[in-house]
């Protein structure tokens, strides 16, 4: 059987709400059963996280982390995704790996704007200046076509160079930006909160998607206790990630105050005045329903 190789280029035929809406229907499925694998040597990291969901199949995306890569010129975070077959365990797809990350990544947090944001979205602001911002940028105006996106960076020029490609503006300063924005969204590798709960006022939404370390948050402990907040898996975030672990841990807040994941969309709705967070951390259920909708796309192309 020959197995279909899935290129990056393959996202020209995605559409950012139907890959939403896929990960959205997935979840009406059983949940999935999960299982990482970390491995080390120095500071090179060999990263495997599998999901399996009865009714969809089988998932391994394998990631490998070698920071010395850049002064080599080469990428640091390269990998691979194998996807399996529901019924008989066969190789189905081989997926690229930025591909799928690409897309699993910026849906999630759509989906769960979809859902939280207020009803009329005038601007967005997207902290951070890297790959996942400008995915955002391209995610959020599909959704909210008439809104209005800016971008901040620590580094200017960055921001810049990204709003050139995405057709975005530049905000000049944070915390004006972030008042004044419907839709904060942060994508940043910071260790140390980026975003202040004082700057925050009723109605907005703000996606909190860089954090993925236990020692990373992105959002300080007031933006929390002010917020209503969401996650999409209560398994990936809330146990692993500094940005809900690290407050739960000091009792700033409890795993009772999360409302909902996305096992339970019924729950993610939101009153005018309510600010709605939501902490995107992944996991590979996600890259599983999302390589199978891609898989069904490029079948249904004829490739």
């Known amino acids: 059987m020959n197995v279909p190789m899935i290129p990056f280029d393959a996202g020209e035929r995605l559409d950012w709400i139907a890959v939403s809406d896929a990960i959205a229907a997935g979840h009406a499925l059983p949940r999935a059963e999960l299982g990482d694998t970390f491995l080390t040597r120095g500071s090179d990291t060999l990263l495997s996280r599998a999901a399996w969901i009865d009714g969809m199949g089988a998932l391994v995306k394998t990631a490998t982390v070698f920071p010395g890569n850049a002064a080599r010129g080469r990428p640091t975070i390269n990998g691979g995704v194998a996807l399996y077959g529901d019924v008989d365990g066969a190789l189905e797809a081989m997926v690229d790996f930025h591909l799928l990350t690409r897309w699993k990544t910026a849906a999630d947090s759509l989906l769960a704007a979809r859902r939280l944001a207020p009803p009329r979205v005038r601007g967005i602001l997207i902290v951070g200046a890297g790959t996942v911002a400008g995915a955002m940028a391209a995610a959020y105006r599909a959704a909210f076509p008439d809104a209005r996106v800016a971008l901040w960076n620590r580094t200017r020029h960055r921001a810049e160079k990204l709003a050139a490609e995405t057709g975005a503006a530049v905000a000049p300063d944070l915390e004006q930006a972030a008042r004044t924005a419907d839709i904060i969204c942060c994508a940043t590798m910071s260790v140390h909160p980026v975003l202040q709960g004082a700057w925050l006022r009723p109605g907005q939404h703000v996606d909190l998607i860089g954090a993925f370390r236990a ?19 209560r398994e990936t975030v809330l146990d692993h990630i500094g940005e809900l672990k690290d407050p739960i841990a000091r009792g700033v807040i409890t795993a009772g105050d999360v409302v909902a994941d996305f096992y339970e969309l019924d729950r993610f709705t939101r009153d005018p005045d309510d600010i709605t967070l939501c902490k995107n951390g992944g996991g590979a259920h996600l890259d599983l329903m999302v390589a199978r909708h891609i898989l069904e796309r490029w079948q249904s192309d004829g490739d």
């Open 215 to 233: 020692d990373m948050r992105e959002a300080d402990d007031a933006a929390l206790t002010r917020s209503r907040v969401f996650v999409d898996s």
